[in-house]
């Protein structure tokens, strides 16, 4: 049974962990083992399930050579909590799981997580509002009428209307593109293109639609600084001053501006413990539990490199503004502390790039409930954001475009309606235009006077000049 790429799509996270629990059990070597003069048929070791779920796990493009040793043994730990596996005694669930020499087997059934029931679900993510509609509560039926007093000139106005002579008059609502029509528009555009990318009939079962805030969008596409960094409006929601001091030191390490060159040996290495305290204990993940699906299945467009880009592009203008924020501070020192030759070592079990990844994917990305396999989950996104985070944390110029020229038009459509002479004036059409400057005589072009001499000819003997 050979391991096949789980794409985008609702419940990525428990297909993913059906598939691995299937790979595990058809591939994982069983073999005779001696335990306390004891002989165990069809069995494993823990130390031989942890090598050999790792290197499945290291060549599975769904998680990527990334994988450590220690999350695969966290990942048979779960797998002995839900009966994926079991000691030689039949004990599971409360048994804890180390690397050693302990005896395991299958269970002759091991049950895969069952699917939530789909929801009925509607293609369209945001019914744009008719523009032509009148406001609710305002239909001729519900329009308040004073009394009038009834005159001969009443009267004759409406004895013409009656007959006909007169038409009789309707209320005309004009719908004005008000702030939160815009605000409408760059919601729903925003999902369509992420819907289009993912390649799901809805987002309903991927993101819960009514959390997001257009708002948010917004802000993150225009109020940004020249190096593209969020600019935030409430200074309360920002990086204190010491943890921004602290990644400005790494960051630019050993030319730091904000601080005086360290005396004492390992300095770094309690700057970078600072960092990852902060982090660390954070409320939520900086993409938020509400976008962890949406995430994870972005997480399967990961061979296609640059769709993936664009769809974590367009998550990515989902978060609220100071989460961006921190999130684009973050991937900049990580990123450059990765690529920095004169950066000592700061952990002595872990490279610099394994660091980064297993101390802060959980404070990027995890789930507000338990899932089976999001740490590996966190750790591919992670590496992914640190290798393409100059892409991903920008603003996507063709959704920004496109959203901009749609409002133009409703803009220009809204005009047109409420002031037809004047838009007539200002945008006038091809007939109009021909009206208004009718089309100069084109100058024929000038002759030049080489044209005009003839080529030359040889001299021929005519019949009147032989006469």
Same mark, same amino acid.
């Given at each position: 049974?050979?391991?096949?790429?789980?794409?985008?799509?609702?419940?990525?996270?428990?297909?993913?962990?059906?598939?691995?629990?299937?790979?595990?059990?058809?591939?994982?070597?069983?073999?005779?083992?001696?335990?306390?003069?004891?002989?165990?048929?069809?069995?494993?070791?823990?130390?031989?399930?942890?090598?050999?779920?790792?290197?499945?796990?290291?060549?599975?493009?769904?998680?990527?050579?990334?994988?450590?040793?220690?999350?695969?043994?966290?990942?048979?730990?779960?797998?002995?909590?839900?009966?994926?596996?079991?000691?030689?005694?039949?004990?599971?669930?409360?048994?804890?799981?180390?690397?050693?020499?302990?005896?395991?087997?299958?269970? @002759?059934? %091991?049950?895969?997580?069952?699917? #939530?029931?789909? &929801?009925?679900?509607? =293609? $369209? /993510?945001? !019914?744009?509002?008719?523009?032509?509609?009148?406001?609710?509560?305002?239909?001729?039926?519900?329009?308040?009428?004073?009394?009038?007093?009834?005159?001969?000139?009443?009267?004759?106005?409406?004895?013409?209307?009656?007959?006909?002579?007169?038409?009789?008059?309707?209320?005309?609502?004009?719908?004005?593109?008000?702030?939160?029509?815009?605000?409408?528009?760059?919601?729903?555009?925003?999902?369509?293109?992420?819907?289009?990318?993912?390649?799901?009939?809805?987002?309903?079962?991927?993101?819960?639609?009514?959390?997001?805030?257009?708002?948010?969008?917004?802000?993150?596409?225009?109020?940004?600084?020249?190096?593209?960094?969020?600019?935030?409006?409430?200074?309360?929601?920002?990086?204190?001053?010491?943890?921004?001091?602290?990644?400005?030191?790494?960051?630019?390490? @050993?030319? %730091?501006?904000?601080?005086?060159? #360290?005396?004492? &040996?390992?300095?770094? =290495? $309690? /700057?970078? !413990?600072?960092?990852?305290?902060?982090?660390?204990?954070?409320?939520?993940?900086?993409?938020?539990?509400?976008?962890?699906?949406?995430?994870?299945?972005?997480?399967?467009?990961?061979?296609?490199?640059?769709?993936?880009?664009?769809?974590?592009?367009?998550?990515?203008?989902?978060?609220?503004?100071?989460?961006?924020?921190?999130?684009?501070?973050?991937?900049?020192?990580?990123?450059?502390?990765?690529?920095?030759?004169?950066?000592?070592?700061?952990?002595?079990?872990?490279?610099?790039?394994?660091?980064?990844?297993?101390?802060?994917?959980?404070?990027?990305?995890?789930?507000?409930?338990?899932?089976?396999?999001?740490?590996?989950?966190?750790?591919?996104?992670?590496?992914?954001?640190?290798?393409?985070?100059?892409?991903?944390?920008?603003?996507?110029?063709?959704?920004?475009? %496109?959203?901009?020229?749609?409002?133009?038009?409703?803009?220009?459509?809204?005009?047109?309606?409420?002031?037809?002479?004047?838009?007539?004036?200002?945008?006038?059409?091809?007939?109009?235009?021909?009206?208004?400057?009718?089309?100069?005589?084109?100058?024929?072009?000038?002759?030049?006077?080489?044209?005009?001499?003839?080529?030359?000819?040889?001299?021929?003997?005519?019949?009147?000049?032989?006469?």
């Amino acid at each position: 049974m050979e391991h096949r790429i789980v794409g985008p799509g609702p419940y990525r996270a428990t297909r993913l962990w059906n598939e691995t629990v299937e790979l595990f059990r058809a591939k994982m070597p069983l073999r005779k083992h001696r335990c306390r003069f004891k002989s165990y048929e069809h069995c494993f070791t823990a130390a031989e399930a942890v090598d050999w779920l790792h290197e499945l796990l290291r060549c599975n493009q769904n998680f990527g050579p990334e994988v450590t040793r220690k999350q695969t043994i966290q990942l048979l730990k779960k797998f002995l909590k839900n009966h994926v596996i079991e000691d030689i005694k039949g004990k599971w669930g409360q048994e804890d799981f180390e690397d050693n020499r302990h005896l395991y087997r299958f269970p @002759p059934s %091991s049950p895969l997580k069952p699917y #939530p029931k789909k &929801l009925p679900y509607q =293609k $369209d /993510v945001i !019914k744009f509002p008719e523009w032509n509609e009148p406001p609710p509560g305002t239909s001729q039926e519900n329009i308040p009428v004073r009394p009038v007093v009834m005159n001969s000139e009443m009267w004759y106005k409406r004895h013409s209307i009656a007959i006909g002579e007169v038409p009789a008059c309707r209320l005309v609502h004009r719908r004005q593109l008000t702030e939160g029509n815009v605000e409408e528009i760059w919601k729903s555009m925003t999902l369509s293109y992420l819907q289009k990318i993912l390649g799901l009939d809805s987002l309903e079962e991927v993101l819960d639609i009514k959390l997001v805030n257009s708002k948010f969008i917004i802000h993150n596409v225009y109020s940004v600084s020249k190096q593209g960094v969020v600019i935030l409006d409430d200074k309360s929601k920002e990086l204190p001053h010491w943890v921004l001091s602290a990644m400005k030191c790494l960051a630019n390490w @050993p030319n %730091s501006c904000d601080l005086k060159q #360290p005396m004492y &040996l390992g300095f770094e =290495k $309690d /700057v970078f !413990k600072t960092i990852a305290d902060y982090y660390g204990h954070l409320k939520e993940p900086l993409l938020t539990f509400h976008l962890f699906d949406a995430f994870v299945s972005v997480l399967g467009l990961l061979q296609k490199e640059k769709v993936a880009v664009e769809a974590f592009q367009i998550c990515c203008l989902l978060l609220p503004p100071e989460n961006r924020r921190k999130l684009q501070l973050l991937m900049r020192m990580m990123a450059r502390i990765c690529l920095n030759k004169e950066m000592p070592p700061l952990c002595d079990g872990f490279g610099t790039r394994t660091l980064m990844v297993q101390t802060f994917s959980h404070c990027i990305l995890c789930s507000k409930d338990e899932v089976d396999l999001d740490e590996l989950l966190a750790a591919r996104l992670v590496t992914f954001l640190m290798d393409n985070y100059q892409e991903i944390l920008k603003v996507p110029l063709a959704l920004q475009t %496109s959203i901009e020229e749609r409002v133009a038009h409703l803009r220009r459509v809204q005009f047109q309606k409420s002031y037809p002479e004047v838009y007539q004036e200002r945008f006038p059409t091809p007939e109009s235009e021909a009206l208004l400057f009718p089309e100069k005589p084109k100058p024929k072009p000038q002759l030049l006077m080489w044209a005009l001499k003839k080529p030359f000819q040889p001299f021929q003997r005519t019949r009147s000049f032989r006469m």
